[in-house]
């Protein structure tokens, strides 16, 4: 079992900064991606964006030159490093792992999920 505690998230005006971090634990016995999705009220979960084991990133067309992600191997943490946040990028977002090393943008693909954090964005 892997277990992803999601911080960081809160309100923020159209324009600002946050950075969400996700803390992962457990029985990591290999190579691994981490992804983040969203949820906003009533609509469906979405990518947003994944770090495969090598460093490379994929990302939604919505979040491209404004949303990072980089990882912190040794204290075993993926962060979303989101910029120029408009009230769009409001939603609940979640990380997700899967034991593969290549990240993939689909939710089925990963075995773990971790609660969310909210994250709202005021205009």
């Known amino acids: 079992q892997v277990q992803l505690v999601e911080s960081g998230g809160g309100l923020v005006q159209a324009g600002g900064s946050l950075r969400l971090s996700c803390a992962h634990s457990?029985?990591?016995?290999?190579?691994?991606?981490v992804a983040w999705f969203r949820q906003a009220p009533g609509k469906e979960r979405e990518f947003v964006i994944a770090?495969?084991?090598?460093?490379?990133?994929i990302h939604a067309d919505s979040v491209k030159g404004r949303f990072t992600v980089h990882r912190d191997t040794a204290k075993m943490t993926t962060y979303l490093q989101m910029t120029s946040l408009q009230p769009d990028d409001t939603a609940r977002y979640y990380c997700a792992f899967r034991a593969m090393a290549t990240a993939s943008s689909e939710p089925i693909g990963y075995q773990f999920w971790g609660q969310g954090t909210q994250v709202t964005v005021s205009s």
């Open positions: 457990g029985r990591i016995l290999s190579d691994y991606s």
């Open positions: 770090i495969s084991w090598s460093g490379s990133s």
